[in-house]
């Protein structure tokens, strides 16, 4: 593995309500090398998604808070930055996709312009050169005919369709990290297995991380070097993939994967599998 770009360590973040202090993440601590996929896996309410938005300092306050701990990302720590330095990364260095693209999209804007906003805000062009480049990012992500797209709006498009625009949105300031936060969800299982395909080709050309999150372990087999398993807020295991479903450590983890259905299992853990998992290169 290379040097961590992105390091979380003993992260804290709560949330204030009139019932109590609720620990969503507490001392959650890992690493994301550059190139590499890391799974961030765990039951509904397990912490991932707050780990997610804490990261990129977007978790609601109030209630929420972080607390404790650090979030280096390529040296710097997040949590000591202003919030006008955060702008800069946020869509930029780190990007993010998440779990439901009708509620993330605009409905009320084209596609084009949601593409395009972040373009210019962030690399100083002018709207028809942005445009431009929304045009060429649909196409990329495989969406026919990308010059009428730009002029639709989300409800227009199918759900595939609309997490493809995601994708598109997420990486079109060529992201150091993209975190993928179930992107997947609510997609058939063909559409799910083009999607990420897609964000494993996209991955490989720009050579960004991927911090993706998923309760689906079926998932995490075919894409993921690395795994980190969360319970109740707290990392309760990690390790490379191919041990960790080769021999869970957590009672926890043994219970996730107990339920993850065995049809093709000799061919998921192929010898070419195993060597990603074990050197961190992304399978082919």
């Not at 009708?102 to 002018?126: C, D, F």
């Amino acid at each position: 593995m290379s040097d961590p770009i992105l390091q979380v360590q003993q992260l804290k973040t709560y949330f204030y309500l009139a019932e109590g202090i609720i620990p969503a993440v507490e001392e959650v601590s890992f690493d994301l090398s550059r190139g590499e996929t890391l799974g961030l896996v765990g039951e509904s309410g397990s912490g991932k998604s707050v780990t997610a938005l804490s990261i990129l300092r977007l978790v609601p306050d109030p209630p929420g808070k972080i607390v404790g701990g650090k979030i280096l990302f390529e040296g710097r720590n997040l949590l000591e930055l202003s919030e006008k330095e955060m702008r800069k990364i946020r869509g930029n260095r780190i990007s993010m996709i998440f779990q439901e693209p009708m509620t993330s999209l605009n409905p009320v804007l084209t596609i084009g312009e949601q593409i395009a906003e972040g373009i210019v805000l962030h690399e100083k062009v002018g709207k028809k050169e942005a445009m431009n480049q929304a045009v060429e990012m649909l196409r990329k992500v495989e969406i026919p005919f990308p010059e009428r797209r730009i002029r639709e709006y989300p409800h227009q498009l199918s759900g595939g369709m609309r997490q493809r625009v995601m994708i598109a949105m997420a990486l079109a300031l060529r992201p150091a990290i993209l975190i993928a936060d179930e992107p997947t969800t609510a997609l058939d299982v063909t559409i799910q297995r083009q999607i990420l395909d897609l964000i494993r080709k996209l991955q490989e050309e720009i050579g960004m991380a991927v911090l993706l999150i998923t309760h689906n372990l079926g998932i995490i087999a075919e894409t993921a070097q690395r795994v980190v398993v969360m319970k109740g807020g707290r990392v309760v295991e990690s390790a490379d993939v191919f041990s960790l479903f080769e021999k869970p450590q957590h009672p926890y983890t043994q219970q996730l994967l107990a339920a993850v259905p065995r049809l093709g299992e000799t061919k998921r853990w192929s010898k070419k599998r195993k060597e990603s998992a074990l050197s961190g290169q992304p399978l082919g």
